[in-house]
């Protein structure tokens, strides 16, 4: 959608004769619906002016196009200024401006990010105005049909009317980024560089370009799709076997029957290591060759972004971004918006979207209705908060109410011990989920270790993880985030062994379980759920202890920063057998879903001693347990 679209003649006309900002803003009501903010209009007055002062020179075509505030569709990114031609050879051309209002900016030590005051607001990081303007670029040239197929050459490009020279937005580790997309800055000759930087790619006006753009149909370019398949051929780590194989197939035929009148949805339930993740990243990459528009969507940030790095290759960010979402981001999604989502870890699907959890009406059914086909990958025992409602009965609920035809499937457990679920069976009885004939793992088929000293639990991490950085150690949310306000501050201290981590909730983010040094924090339930390991050790906290009967759950024990039971106290004045049985549950699928993250071992260290002692209890093999007894009663 473009907000205002005018030849560059009718534009500075508008801005010198009516006020560009009043223009513009009644167009965005007849567009969108409602008033366009203050903030906005504060925008438009400014920097437009500045715009019609760089489009009066006479080289610049009349009839070039003008658009303003160009939505990309199906993400909440909006373009700028974009002017439209063609150049000296014929071919169509567009060159993208971001326009910015900054009269200062700060260094960031990440890449591609500035600091500045943005929206009028607080300074904060954000995207390097040139960064943005080559990544729309890259949108643009990955899924809208009429730029790709028509050849259409984009020149992205930043204006910061506002912005000296001199300042941290201009300083060399930016310039990978203003190499693709120059940046112009305060000041007659930069007004001087950029009108020739449009002349050097607009010598003839072409205002239908912007139109065919617009309504430019979304789908994914050949050349995305063939590179996306090339990635994944001859990957060990994308191999499907088994049911594996077969809930693809399945799920292929059903996004592929699906239409408005014949909406699809496929439930895949399924374990840890049963390979969910593995067969919806395959589907997405087969899904987007078939030129179908589709998401992988997930409610946890860390497998998302996880996968989006394992697939980037020599694409662009944020080309390979816009095939990921969150869960929150369908709100307002049309009806049948997508030919397919397939949405990962939907057990973790909350009700509500948005920052303070008030927007949206529930996540399940705002996905279901926003595509033809919707597939779910999900496991009821690895709900790990009170918010979570993306329980197999729900999925199915919401599925039926908004008329779709239900198909659902297995993945049968691939776990890590040589093709055995005896682990998780038997970690099921141990964490008191449920009642099994539990037999322990054996060491040759999957080595679980109880330590004494959390420090030798983590050495012997580390030692694994030097040969392919594919171990971990994870604990129990028990200890606050004290490094989040003091870089310097230990989180996890156990003082009685010496030992003393950070959280990596912050420093990695959500690359956390790849990140190369990240092995000297200590991950939680947040930042690995969904992903896989080699081993893991594990920090039980002191939200589980051995009572008479097996583990007790503790919810008083974990962090006030924890936000994953938050609210439960007042829900225990409400009703507090059920949310005790609630609270309970998420701490032991927490623990459950921390002590599966490791595909051959998982090493363990307990605060409650007596915790640790049940578990050396309960790795005994029967069969020794029947020795032992024997030589107790031989006189």
């Known amino acids: ?230 990635m994944l051929k001859g990957n060990r780590e994308f191999v499907l076997i088994d049911d594996q194989k077969l809930v693809y197939e399945t799920a292929l035929a059903k996004a592929r029957k699906a239409s408005p009148g014949a909406k699809q949805v496929v439930i895949v339930e399924g374990g840890p290591g049963t390979g969910k993740s593995v067969v919806a990243v395959n589907l997405l990459v087969a899904l987007t060759g078939e030129g179908l528009l589709g998401k992988y969507v997930s409610k946890n940030a860390a497998p998302r972004t996880v996968y989006q790095q394992r697939l980037q290759g020599g694409f662009r960010r944020s080309v390979i971004d816009n095939l990921f979402a969150g869960s929150g981001g369908f709100i307002n999604a049309p009806h049948d918006t997508y030919d397919v989502l397939i949405v990962d870890e939907a057990h973790r699907l909350n009700e509500k979207s948005g920052l303070y959890g008030n927007l949206g009406e529930n996540q399940v059914k705002e996905l279901i209705g926003a595509a033809k086909c919707t597939v779910l990958f999900v496991d009821d025992d690895q709900t790990v908060t009170l918010s979570d409602v993306g329980e197999t009965a ?103 062994y010496g030992y003393a981590r950070q959280w990596n909730l912050g420093r990695d983010g959500s690359l956390w379980i790849v990140a190369p040094d990240s092995i000297e924090q200590v991950g939680c339930i947040h930042t690995c759920q969904g992903l896989e390991l080699e081993y893991v050790g594990v920090i039980i906290g002191a939200d589980l202890v051995a009572g008479e009967a097996g583990p007790v759950p503790d919810a008083k024990q974990r962090s006030k920063m924890d936000r994953s039971i938050r609210g439960w106290k007042k829900m225990m004045k409400q009703d507090p057998v059920v949310t005790t049985e609630r609270v309970n549950r998420i701490i032991r699928n927490t623990y459950r879903t921390l002590m599966t993250r490791g595909m051959k071992g998982c090493f363990v260290y307990c605060v409650d001693p007596a915790m640790a002692d049940y578990l050396r209890r309960r790795l005994v093999q029967p069969g020794e347990l029947q020795e032992s007894a024997s030589a107790a009663m031989d006189p």
């Open 1 to 230: 959608m473009i907000v205002y679209q005018a030849s560059k003649s009718e534009f500075v006309r508008d801005t010198d004769d009516l006020g560009i900002e009043y223009r513009i803003a009644q167009a965005y009501l007849q567009r969108c619906g409602r008033y366009a903010p203050d903030a906005e209009m504060r925008a438009w007055r400014h920097s437009l002016r500045h715009m019609a002062d760089v489009l009066r020179d006479e080289g610049i075509p009349v009839d070039a196009g003008v658009a303003v505030e160009f939505g990309i569709p199906q993400t909440s990114k909006r373009i700028d200024f974009l002017l439209s031609g063609r150049g000296a050879d014929d071919r169509p051309r567009v060159v993208i401006i971001e326009l910015k209002q900054w009269s200062e900016s700060k260094l960031s030590d990440k890449d591609g990010i500035v600091i500045a005051s943005r929206g009028g607001g607080t300074e904060r990081e954000g995207t390097h105005p040139s960064y943005q303007a080559w990544s729309y670029a890259a949108l643009l040239e990955g899924f809208n049909e009429a730029v790709y197929q028509d050849d259409v050459q984009l020149s992205p490009c930043a204006y910061l009317h506002n912005h000296g020279p001199g300042g941290a937005v201009d300083d060399d580790r930016y310039v990978p980024y203003t190499l693709k997309a120059p940046l112009f800055l305060k000041g007659r000759p930069e007004l001087e560089r950029l009108q020739a930087f449009i002349r050097q790619h607009i010598c003839k006006g072409d205002i239908d370009l912007l139109y065919r753009i617009e309504n430019g149909r979304i789908r994914p370019s050949k050349m995305l799709a063939d590179s996306l398949s090339s």
């Open 394 to 496: 729900e999925l199915e609920r919401w599925a039926t109410m908004l008329g779709a035809e239900v198909t659902r499937m297995q993945l049968a457990s691939q776990f890590r011990c040589n093709g055995s679920d005896g682990y998780l069976t038997w970690l099921d009885d141990v964490l008191g989920i449920r009642s099994t004939a539990a037999i322990p793992p054996r060491p040759e088929e999957f080595d679980f270790r109880v330590f004494d000293s959390p420090t030798a639990m983590h050495a012997a991490v580390e030692e694994l993880n030097r040969k392919n950085n594919k171990s971990r150690v994870v604990a129990g949310y028990c200890w606050d985030w004290a490094s989040k306000r003091n870089p310097d501050a230990d989180d996890i201290v156990i003082p009685e």
